[in-house]
Nanobody, 121 residues
């Protein structure tokens, strides 16, 4: 499985970005897909997961600002990020959920290479 994240960049606080994650995953439609992020000197943390059933879960820090979605035909996972804050600065990773708690990175078994998001104040 290959996951290719893109769409990161430099944006001012209050701005928006949309991240994409292209997946070479045969069973993308039935896979649960998530986004994590890792800021310098910090642990990789959960951002959001989109279940194959269509529902989603968000971390409290991004709820009501970020929207996770997918295009099953194109096998792309998205993360629309609005009202960005400097605290959102991190490398963002997409991953496939294997089993267990969606909040734990150990529950994911395939990771993309990450895309840098920098939010200036």
């Amino acid at each position: 499985v290959q996951l290719q994240a893109s769409g990161g960049g430099l944006v001012q606080a209050g701005g928006s970005l949309r991240l994409s994650c292209a997946a070479s995953l045969q069973f993308f439609r039935t896979s649960d897909m998530g986004w994590f992020r890792q800021a310098p000197g910090k642990e990789r943390e959960f951002v959001a997961i989109n279940w194959a059933s269509g529902s989603s879960i968000y971390a409290g820090a991004v709820k009501d600002r970020f929207v996770i979605s997918r295009d099953n035909f194109s096998r792309i996972l998205y993360l629309q990020m609005n009202s960005l804050k400097p605290d959102d600065t991190a490398v963002y990773y997409c991953a496939t959920h294997r089993s267990g708690s969606p909040y734990l990175k150990e529950s994911y078994n395939s990771w993309g290479q990450g895309t840098q998001v920098t939010v200036s104040s």
